[in-house]
């Protein structure tokens, strides 16, 4: 005999398994360790994130739609996207090839700017003898890839 499951018990099923991660988002990290899905900030953690990240001034529904969730090593992290503030994963490529012409026009400049490079980029780049050259990092980057310093756990 074939179960059918009706598509409005399917969709409530899924909405609830949504909910679940909504309403309780630690006890996800602390069951499934790491996962490096980024998630919007449930309404519960807002007052949280103000005062982490001193977002007192930013309206209430700016830090739910600029924050995102994401787990490590079981805790639960929040990263705000402010103003060029990345939250994904780093470009760890030491390829810049969107600096060419830059450093064409400017064959040893001592930086080349975020707005070539990406604000998401881990090192500093600058021009040698007219082409991009990987420097060291801008930043440290966690055990998964994402720059640290915009990561602050929310416990």
Known sequence: ??????AVLVGLL?????????????????????DDA???LPPSFVGQVVRL????????????RST????MEGRLLACNYGANLPCG????SASLPAAADWCRQKPDADFIPAYISGHDSAYRWRCTDGAPV????VARTD????????WKPLD
Do not use: D
């Not at 005999?1 to 009706?6: G, I």
């Not at 994963?89 to 760890?92: L, R, V």
């Open 89 to 92: 994963k780093a470009n760890t």
């Open 53 to 64: 990240f001193g977002l007192e001034r930013m309206p209430i529904a700016q830090v739910e």
């Open 68 to 71: 995102v969730i994401r787990c």
């Open 134 to 137: 990987a420097g060291g990092p």
């Open 14 to 34: 899924l909405l609830s398994a949504g909910g679940a991660w909504a309403q309780a988002p630690r006890h996800h990290c602390a069951r499934v360790g790491t």
């Open 38 to 40: 980024l998630r919007p």
């Open 1 to 6: 005999m074939k179960l059918v499951v009706p």
């Open 143 to 150: 055990a998964r890839g994402f720059l640290a310093r915009y």
